[in-house]
């Protein structure tokens, strides 16, 4: 008998105290696909962060033109050689530096645009789903506007006004973005204020903004962390979306969606130089989606996982 309960509590002892963020992790670690798509987001931001060093070791500044050895007698982009491993650009620039650089770019916009996403939908949310009545619909309504605005129309109309500049693009992205995740915190709030272990917190005297930062606020984390990990990718290719257009960073500024735009009079003649900058922006936003899908696979232990 003694065994046998012995035997039972073992596991009760192992399981106790095994958050569900650290079961998350646990098996996001046994993830296959969520490690290797995690190597190369740090790859990724390897490279951003080491970009002056492609340049140091390249010797191409980001933005110096090498007229001369950077384009063929036609004025034609050279294709990757020695000099210039991944080829030149159409003003004989560095397209390898560029590509480095513009993982700076496009990192920077994803976590700023996004950090600054979900700090507004979640102290929204949270006010909107726990206070309820008055604030709620006020809320409620202010979010359907945002999620109803056009969000390019808008964005062309800002710019025409201000400029192009990073500060614009991230406040643009941000601002009209914060919706999606304040309606979701609000409706996860929505089906937590009334639980016991609020009413408890309530009884022994805690404040309404205790209570929504304490109490509430860490319950509704896990698909708020899903949710980031998934709008990342989306913040990056918005941001490219916006330079392509000429709505993003001005000139001579590299990102990946300038680059892009740029190729277009080129694609038949020089390859590279729109295949690598949309290999580098195709292999990030995969990258960043296949994690958020595992991400959401690992809060969620009853989904089907077969890889």
């Known amino acids: 008998m003694t065994a ?3 035997a039972i509590e073992a596991p009760a002892e192992a399981i106790e105290g095994r958050s569900p963020l650290v079961l998350a992790i646990g098996r996001l670690r046994r993830d296959k696909v969520a490690m290797i798509s995690l190597a190369v987001i740090v790859l990724i931001v390897a490279m951003a962060i080491f970009a002056p060093v492609f340049a140091a070791v390249t010797g191409h ?10 384009l063929t007698p036609d004025g034609l982009p050279r294709g990757p050689n020695g000099t210039f491993w991944l080829g030149t650009d159409d003003l004989g620039r560095d397209v390898l530096v560029r590509i480095a650089y513009g993982a700076r770019i496009s990192l920077l916009v994803g976590v700023i645009a996004t950090a600054i996403t979900v700090a ?7 006010a909107a789903g726990f206070l ?3 604030v709620d619909t006020v809320l409620a309504r202010l979010i359907d506007v945002v999620l ?4 390019l129309l808008v964005a062309i109309a800002l710019v025409s006004v201000t400029g192009p500049s990073l500060t614009v693009t991230v406040f643009v992205i941000g601002f009209f973005s914060w919706a999606s995740v304040a309606r979701i915190v609000r409706g996860q709030v929505l089906s937590l204020r009334e639980r016991e272990f609020v009413e408890a917190a309530r009884s022994l005297g ?6 929504m930062f304490v109490d509430v606020l860490p319950n509704v984390l896990a698909p708020v962390i899903v949710y980031t990990t998934l709008l990342i990718p989306v913040v990056i290719v918005t941001q490219a ?7 993003g960073l001005p000139p001579p500024t590299a990102d990946w969606g300038g680059m892009i735009s740029a190729s277009q009079n080129y694609y038949t003649t020089a390859w590279w130089f729109i295949f690598f900058p949309g290999i580098a922006l195709l292999v990030t936003t995969l990258a960043f989606n ?16 077969q890889r």
């Open 120 to 126: 507004i939908g979640i102290a929204l949310g949270l």
């Open 132 to 134: 309820g009545g008055i």
């Open 148 to 151: 109803s605005v056009p969000f």
């Open 206 to 211: 805690a404040g309404d903004t205790r209570i």
């Open 290 to 305: 296949l994690f958020g899908d595992s991400v959401r696979d690992a809060f969620d232990p009853r989904a089907d996982r």
């Open 4 to 6: 046998t309960l012995a």
């Open 241 to 247: 979306t916006l330079s392509f257009l000429g709505l």
């Open 61 to 70: 500044p980001p933005n110096e033109q090498y007229r001369d050895i950077g």
